[in-house]
Structure formats: structure tokens, C-alpha cells
């Protein structure tokens, strides 16, 4: 099985992701790791790395490809990042994406880094604009569609735990013999 998490900063991604990656016995495999790991080996914050992004394509191109390639060569995985359900497309058995609004992310992003609110709320907002600029330019995704996802949630309103109670019955629920079609994921150039 291949399942995908995505959402903005804040979303929920990471407690989420990896909480179904253990009730279902999956992989992790987590682009913000990746991509956090890789601004910290250059000694930048991420939105600094997402600026630099901007200027050297070939930061987003590398990470993507790697991620896209799990999603093609692997399964048992749960793929988490900002684009997992694009990159992976028609691989994934189940895409889900999950939000909340922009204060209670920065709320939760602010409890996460120890940072002062406005200063994360104006690091998300460029971040979130930067890295929505990106997606279209490179890959033609509009990271606003939300047509593509199985899947979609205001993590603001359940508690983890009811979140991952939720998917897990959404999940176990699914049964790919009764499947009568998922939303194809077209357009895209997964030109990395």
C-alpha cells in the first residue's frame, strides 16, 4: 500500500503521517526531513533554503525526483510531504490532504520552534507563497487544487488522536476490488 500526506506547514503532516505509518506497518518516508536536513547541512533556516529554492531549481528538482521515485519503485510507504500526492499520482492508493487555518498552523508552528507569532506567520506566508510559485513554474501544479486527493481534513477540528481515528477507519475501510475510480492526476510535468 501507498498512502500520502500533504498539507501546508503546520497541517498536521508530520504527527499524522507518522502515526499512520506505524498503525499500518509502513515506511516513512518524509519530504520536510529531507528537506530540513538539507537546509541545515548549508547552516539556513528552511524558509531561507526555500528563498535559495527560488534562485536554484535544482534544490526542488533533486528532492521531488527522490520522492517520486519512492512512490514509483516502492510500496508498503507512506510518503509525506507538501507534494506527495502529486508526486506520487496514480502510484498512490490513497491521497489525503490535511489544513487548518492559517492562525492555529502558525499557533502550532510557533509551539514547535519557540518562535514569536509574527515572525512565523510572516515566515509562513512567504514560505507558502514562495513554494506555491515553484510547484506552478516547475511542475504545473496548482498546490490550491485539491481535486487529486481521496481525502481532505481541518486537523483543527479533531484532535490527533481523532484524526488518526478517522483515517485509519477511512483506510481499512478501502477496498481496491470495490474501487470504482480515483481522480487521475494530469497535467503535471514530472520534468525533475
Given amino acids: 500500500m501507498l498512502l500520502t500526506v500533504s498539507g501546508p506547514p503546520g497541517s498536521g503532516k508530520s504527527t499524522t503521517a507518522a502515526a499512520l505509518a506505524e498503525a499500518f506497518d509502513l515506511e516513512h518516508v518524509s519530504g520536510g526531513d529531507i528537506f530540513r536536513e538539507l537546509a541545515a547541512e548549508r547552516d539556513m533556516t528552511p524558509v531561507e533554503f526555500n528563498e535559495l529554492a527560488e534562485e536554484d531549481d535544482q534544490i526542488d528538482r533533486d528532492l ?10 516502492r510500496d508498503d510507504v507512506l ?4 507534494l506527495a500526492g502529486w508526486l506520487a499520482g496514480d502510484h498512490a492508493d490513497l491521497r489525503i490532504w490535511l489544513d487548518a ?3 492555529v498552523r502558525c499557533e502550532r508552528i510557533v509551539d514547535r520552534e ?31 487544487d485539491l481535486s487529486i486527493y481521496d481525502l481532505v481534513y481541518n486537523t483543527a477540528r ?11 477507519t477511512a483506510i ?16 503535471v510535468d514530472y520534468d525533475f
Fill in 172 to 187: 481499512d475501510s478501502y477496498d481496491p476490488d470495490t474501487d470504482e475510480g480515483k481522480i487521475p492526476v494530469e497535467g
Fill in 64 to 73: 521531488d525526483r527522490r520522492l517520486r521515485a519512492v512512490a514509483v519503485e
Fill in 101 to 103: 487555518p492559517l492562525d
Fill in 79 to 82: 510518503l509525506e510531504s507538501r
Fill in 114 to 144: 519557540d518562535k514569536p507569532l509574527d515572525q512565523v506567520i510572516e515566515e509562513t506566508r512567504r514560505r507558502e507563497s514562495s513554494e506555491a510559485k515553484r510547484y506552478r513554474e516547475y511542475y504545473n501544479i496548482h498546490i490550491d
Fill in 158 to 168: 479533531w484532535s490527533p488522536e481523532g484524526m488518526l481515528g478517522m483515517l485509519t
